[in-house]
Nanobody, 127 residues
Framework: QVQLVESGGGLVQAGGSLRLSCAASGRTFSLYTMAWFRQAPGKERDFVAAISWSGGNTYYVDSVKGRFTISRDNAKNTMYLQMNSLKPEDTAVYRC????????????????????WGRGTQVTVSS
């Protein structure tokens, strides 16, 4: 099992930046495919970005391409989401997720693809 804890959320003006972190427990973090999801009030949880366990493959929802960057540091058991050029529509609770047992290139876009979840960190972007 793995436990996930997010940090780095906050209030930022439109056009600003935030860096989210997801710290994982356990010795096999390097074998977990990791992802970020977000959920705005009254809306469903949406896929944002994912990174394969090898770190060699990254995937993004179209609305964040070119603005967000997902990365991981397996030595620190930590995944990151660098968010630049933030927009009010990026406002949501951001949660990290993990799963294992897949190919080095694999990722999932559905919440059901992931077995472990953090509690989330609030990101609020003011206009």
């Amino acid at each position: 099992q793995v436990q996930l804890v997010e940090s780095g959320g906050g209030l930022v003006q439109a056009g600003g930046s935030l860096r989210l972190s997801c710290a994982a427990s356990g010795r096999t973090f390097s074998l977990y495919t990791m992802a970020w999801f977000r959920q705005a009030p009254g809306k469903e949880r949406d896929f944002v970005a994912a990174i394969s366990w090898s770190g060699g493959n990254t995937y993004y929802v179209d609305s964040v391409k070119g603005r967000f960057t997902i990365s991981r540091d397996n030595a620190k058991n930590t995944m990151y989401l660098q968010m630049n050029s933030l927009k009010p529509e990026d406002t949501a609770v951001y949660r990290c997720a993990a799963t294992t047992g897949h190919s080095s290139w694999w990722y999932g876009r559905s919440s059901a693809d992931y077995d472990y979840w953090g509690r989330g960190t609030q990101v609020t972007v003011s206009s």
